[in-house]
């Protein structure tokens, strides 16, 4: 009896050891852990205040993996497909409506030669796939444009009212820098430089964002404070000469 007993008091002081252990153990994990103001202070500066991973801000899926290169033959092929048709159009001047013709020609030609030689030479037929667009796509793709139309006739209609001054300057530099774009090249030269940056930039940041986000951020600091001496200098110079009493009497009349 008492070799039993001392087995099961011996037993007991294993578990209280057990558990002693265990809470001093989670008492460090929860210390180790850093509070919620802590995560706030030490929070990392990104690019456009974003809070998302790279791919999430491009959409995510597919074309997300496209742009990021996450599968290096897709991407390859989607880029030298579109340096192709850049080359095809610019450089040997081929028109668009000539090559989709001469495509659909040849597309056609091979396939009505195919399902009729196919009986002399004793060849099943090509199965050839009965393609339909659903009306539920083409809704959602027409909703989608629908509501960015509307927003970007939203945001324009803001700046015309006089209300948006920073989104004002902002589209007028930007339509003026597009613009001189433009004058450089034409409109399949632009969209092919688009692609190909969407192609670069934006797995280059992810793989250096670390070291990017930093110099970004300097450069933002700097940017708000030579918009602040040029607000103070030039714009509240100019709109303080703006006569307001007299827009107000004619107004009243």
Same mark, same amino acid.
């Given at each position: 009896?008492?070799?039993?007993?001392?087995?099961?008091?011996?037993?007991?002081?294993?578990?209280?050891?057990?558990?002693?252990?265990?809470?001093?153990?989670?008492? +460090?994990?929860?210390?180790?852990?850093?509070?919620?103001?802590?995560?706030?202070?030490?929070?990392?500066?990104?690019?456009?205040?974003?809070?998302?991973?790279?791919?999430?801000?491009?959409?995510?899926?597919?074309?997300?993996?496209?742009?990021?290169?996450? *599968?290096?033959?897709?991407?390859?092929?989607?880029?030298?497909?579109?340096?192709?048709?850049?080359?095809?159009?610019?450089?040997?001047?081929?028109?668009?409506?000539?090559?989709?013709?001469?495509?659909?020609?040849?597309?056609?030609?091979?396939?009505?030669?195919?399902? *009729?030689? !196919?009986?002399?030479? *004793?060849?099943?037929?090509?199965?050839?796939?009965?393609?339909?667009?659903?009306?539920?796509?083409?809704?959602?793709?027409? !909703?989608?444009?629908?509501?960015?139309?509307?927003?970007?006739?939203?945001?324009?209609?803001?700046?015309? !009212?006089?209300?948006?001054?920073?989104?004002?300057?902002?589209?007028?530099?930007?339509?003026?820098?597009?613009?001189?774009?433009?004058?450089?090249? *034409?409109?399949?030269?632009?969209?092919?430089?688009?692609?190909?940056?969407?192609?670069?930039?934006?797995?280059?940041?992810?793989?250096?964002? +670390?070291?990017?986000?930093?110099?970004?951020?300097?450069?933002?600091?700097?940017?708000?404070?030579?918009?602040?001496?040029?607000?103070?200098?030039?714009?509240?110079?100019?709109?303080?000469?703006?006569?307001?009493?007299?827009?107000?009497?004619?107004?009243?009349?």
């Amino acid at each position: 009896m008492a070799e039993h007993a001392a087995e099961h008091d011996s037993l007991m002081e294993k578990i209280a050891d057990k558990i002693q252990g265990h809470d001093s153990s989670s008492s +460090d994990s929860d210390d180790d852990k850093p509070s919620p103001v802590e995560a706030v202070t030490n929070k990392i500066y990104r690019l456009f205040g974003r809070e998302k991973p790279v791919h999430k801000v491009l959409g995510g899926g597919k074309p997300a993996d496209v742009f990021l290169w996450r *599968n290096k033959k897709i991407s390859a092929g989607v880029l030298g497909g579109a340096t192709a048709m850049w080359i095809l159009f610019e450089l040997l001047e081929y028109h668009l409506l000539t090559l989709v013709c001469h495509i659909l020609i040849l597309a056609l030609a091979v396939l009505f030669l195919w399902s *009729n030689a !196919s009986k002399f030479i *004793n060849k099943s037929p090509p199965q050839i796939p009965d393609v339909k667009i659903h009306e539920k796509h083409v809704v959602d793709v027409a !909703s989608a444009l629908t509501y960015e139309i509307n927003r970007g006739l939203a945001v324009l209609r803001d700046i015309a !009212s006089g209300r948006e001054l920073k989104k004002f300057l902002g589209v007028i530099a930007g339509l003026w820098v597009l613009s001189i774009v433009g004058s450089w090249c *034409n409109f399949l030269t632009l969209f092919y430089i688009s692609f190909v940056l969407l192609h670069t930039v934006p797995v280059i940041y992810e793989k250096y964002e +670390d070291k990017i986000d930093p110099f970004a951020e300097k450069a933002l600091i700097e940017i708000k404070k030579q918009y602040a001496v040029f607000d103070e200098k030039v714009l509240r110079k100019v709109l303080s000469k703006i006569p307001k009493g007299a827009l107000k009497d004619k107004k009243k009349e």
